[in-house]
């Protein structure tokens, strides 16, 4: 299956340590996930996207955009085909407007689903997905869901409203293609897997749909404690009040340095515009 990572935080971050220096890297791990990668990252507000078909292990580009990425948000993907020819068009995170979504996971019997959910997203919606994978028309199936509570455009979107129509996504999800499996099985790839990020560049959520998936508020001691002029005791301590100063989710744990959280099958843990964090 697929890696995912996403970054959010009050001040710009580079990524450079989590996708090419920790011992876990998203760079390392592409020796088992070869089929594509991509990275997304907010820049004054307005998303951008670079995807390739190409192993991350082996892609220059890959290497340089992320010693330069500085960001409040990014999410990057490294891919491990499932359905999909190895093209950009399938290479993950998708885009639409200012969301931003990376799945890891697997629709079970995608092509005799896939009218059935095709149908459910809006014409309007619909003549944007461009690849053949079961994680983009995922994509928009759930922001089709978000887009009948809530607008699309609205920067300050509330976590809960999102959540609540993410819920409602999932149920009808699974009420078409069955339940998802019960844990994270690499012997059994065609399984039912729903794990993903989304984000729209200042809200962000993570749900773990049965591909493992941690986070992370805190360090055990920041290296920039001394000059980084956001330095506060949530930096290197979980939240007082619910408020953090950055929000890490990965695959796998990447840096040793994080205090890193599993997420359980079915929870949803994400921040808002204020970086108040959500634990479902």
């Known amino acids: 299956m697929c890696r ?3 970054f959010r935080s009050i001040i710009p971050g580079q990524v450079h340590q989590s996708l090419l220096e920790a011992d876990n ?3 390392v791990q592409s020796n088992e996930h070869s089929d594509g990668w991509g990275v997304a990252y907010y820049l004054d507000g307005a998303p951008h996207l670079l995807r390739s078909a190409n192993s991350a292990m082996e892609d220059k580009i890959f290497q340089r955009i992320s010693g330069v990425v500085s960001s409040e948000t990014v999410v990057a993907h490294i891919r491990r085909a499932t359905h999909g020819k190895l093209n950009v068009l399938n290479s993950h995170p998708f885009q639409y407007g200012h969301w931003i979504f990376a799945h890891n996971g697997n629709i079970k019997n995608f092509e005799q689903h896939r009218p059935t959910l095709l149908n459910l ?12 994978t079961d994680s983009e028309l995922l994509f928009y199936f759930i922001l089709s869901q978000i887009s ?3 607008d ?5 979107c509330p976590i809960k409203t999102v959540v609540k129509a993410v819920k409602q996504a999932i149920n009808k999800l ?3 293609t069955g339940e998802m499996a019960l844990k994270d099985d690499p012997q059994c790839p065609q399984e039912n897997y ?3 990020l989304l984000t729209n560049g200042a809200t962000m959520l993570a749900h773990q749909g049965g591909k493992e998936l941690y986070y992370s508020t805190y360090k055990k001691l920041c290296p920039d404690r001394d000059n980084c002029y956001a330095y506060s005791q949530e930096c290197e301590n979980p939240s007082c009040d619910g408020t953090v100063n950055y929000l890490l989710f990965s695959s796998e744990p990447t840096c040793s340095n994080n205090v890193w959280q599993p997420i359980k099958r079915g929870q949803m843990v ?3 515009w204020r970086m108040k964090l959500y634990i479902d």
């Open 4 to 6: 995912l990572l996403g």
């Open 25 to 27: 890297a998203l760079h």
């Open 121 to 132: 997203v809006p014409n309007k919606m619909r003549g944007f997905i461009l690849g053949e």
């Open 148 to 150: 009948d509570t809530i």
């Open 152 to 156: 699309l455009k609205r920067p300050d």
């Open 174 to 176: 699974i009420s078409i």
């Open 194 to 196: 729903y794990t993903f």
């Open 270 to 272: 994400g921040c808002d």
